[in-house]
């Protein structure tokens, strides 16, 4: 092979080659990352596993939760003087007086007191507006019953 010809040969297959070798590390790194979903609950996954561990273990250190759902929402159930007192938002805080928390794929329910009287509230994830642990400074914020799309972050 003539000393041009290999130099031509080089000079195209060198920068073909690296760019093969960059798209092969990103299609892996892609192909290793969950895909992307429209979900309407996949933004509360989170939420999700934080209230399933506390139904497990119980609250741990310094945490509480601060919830803020929307009380009109589909398959909300909160008792009646605490829907008229609040007709679209209701906010509550998971700290020391809350029993039987119960979770599932799509709702949770817990028992709580107001004025002293026992009661059942039950909240699909997806009522939810608000979700804060003041504990760490994390507030997240959520769009009850739009679909969001979720993807794994880069």
Known sequence: MTPSLARRLRTFFTPFVATMIMLAALTSHAAAQRPCTTDPLAQYAEVRSTLADVARRGLRGRHYYEITFRTSFDGV??????????????????????????????????????????????????????????????????????????????
């Open 77 to 154: 159930i909160v008792p009646d003087a605490q829907r008229a007192r609040y007709p679209e938002d209701m906010t509550f805080v998971l700290q020391h007086q809350f029993e039987r928390l119960n979770v599932t794929a799509d709702r949770f329910s817990v028992d709580l007191w107001f004025k002293g009287i026992k009661s059942r509230v039950t909240v699909p994830f997806n009522a939810i507006t608000y979700f804060v642990d003041p504990s760490v400074n994390d507030r997240r914020t959520f769009a009850p019953g739009m679909n969001a799309h979720v993807c794994d972050k880069p």
